[in-house]
């Protein structure tokens, strides 16, 4: 009986380290440590939805003062696309790495709703800056919204093939969401021209700068797995390179959404209607 016990014990261990050397990934208590980072994810995106909540209690205040004003009010659906298209992705990649070590096919479509996940949340992305910064041109906002969408299926469908999934691919992966990320740089440029002159349009910019930079830095350490190719072994709980791009993933998305809310306060307060709009 002890004997049989051992048996399947060294076996679901054998199968374990399987999965993960098949993944590419590390050991479970890095997945659970990535667990409870993503729950973190949650957090703040749930803090966010609810200080819009809050601020329901002066809409009506807000509508009185636009009508008076002559001013319409300003959609907030965008913010909520992107709040839901960030913590969906947080979600599915919460459950991917707890999950993904539970037999080799498993970790094959849990990576693969990872990454779908993450193009997900992109596309999410583009929608409140380009519906903000574009609302009094329509055209544009349709053209741009439908391009990064086409751009997104595109990229998923090409993620969902099993061989996509393997680390052999890895760079292939990273560069297909950059390319998804620097695709925004012809409406950012083009928003900047068409509302020269506005602070906030600056500002928000920046912050979509550093946005990118967090997004890039934290490519950069999915792809190079530094630090622990240089020190195999010591950073398998704690420190692991894929850690680190999930802290900047966080970054990115907390500082996407201070831009985003930059444009709607903005969009409020001095261009809400498109006759005062430049």
Aim: with cysteine; glycine share 8%; aromatic share 12%.
């Amino acid at each position: 009986m002890l004997t049989s016990h051992c048996k399947i014990t060294i076996s679901h261990w054998t199968a374990y380290r399987r999965v993960n050397i098949c993944g590419g990934k590390s050991n479970q208590p890095m997945l659970l440590f990535f667990h409870e980072l993503s729950r973190k994810g949650f957090v703040v995106g749930s803090a966010n939805a609810s200080w819009q909540t809050s601020d329901l209690s002066g809409v009506a205040n807000h509508d009185a003062a636009g009508l008076l004003g002559g001013r319409r009010d300003v959609p907030r659906w965008p913010r909520m696309v992107f709040l839901v298209g960030a913590m969906s992705c947080l979600a599915i990649s919460a459950t991917a790495h707890l999950l993904a070590c539970h037999s080799r096919r498993a970790s094959v479509v849990f990576w693969q709703m990872d990454y779908a996940g993450i193009s997900a949340m992109i596309v999410a992305s583009f929608v409140p800056p380009v519906y903000y910064a574009f609302l009094c041109h329509p055209p544009a906002r349709v053209a741009y919204l439908s391009a990064i969408t086409a751009l997104g299926a595109l990229v998923v469908g090409a993620l969902l093939s099993p061989s996509c999934s393997s680390p052999r691919f890895r760079r292939f992966r990273a560069a297909l969401f950059l390319a998804m990320g620097l695709s925004g740089v012809v409406p950012a440029l083009h928003a900047l021209w068409l509302n020269w002159g506005h602070v906030a349009c600056y500002l928000a910019l920046a912050l979509e700068v550093v946005m990118g930079l967090a997004y890039a830095v934290g490519a950069w350490f999915y792809v190079s797995r530094v630090p622990e190719k240089w020190r195999p072994g010591v950073f398998d709980v704690v420190g692991h390179s894929h850690q680190i791009f999930h802290v900047f993933v966080l970054v990115g998305a907390v500082t996407h959404y201070v831009a985003v809310d930059v444009l709607l306060n903005w969009r409020e307060t001095v261009a809400a209607a498109c006759g005062t709009a430049s």
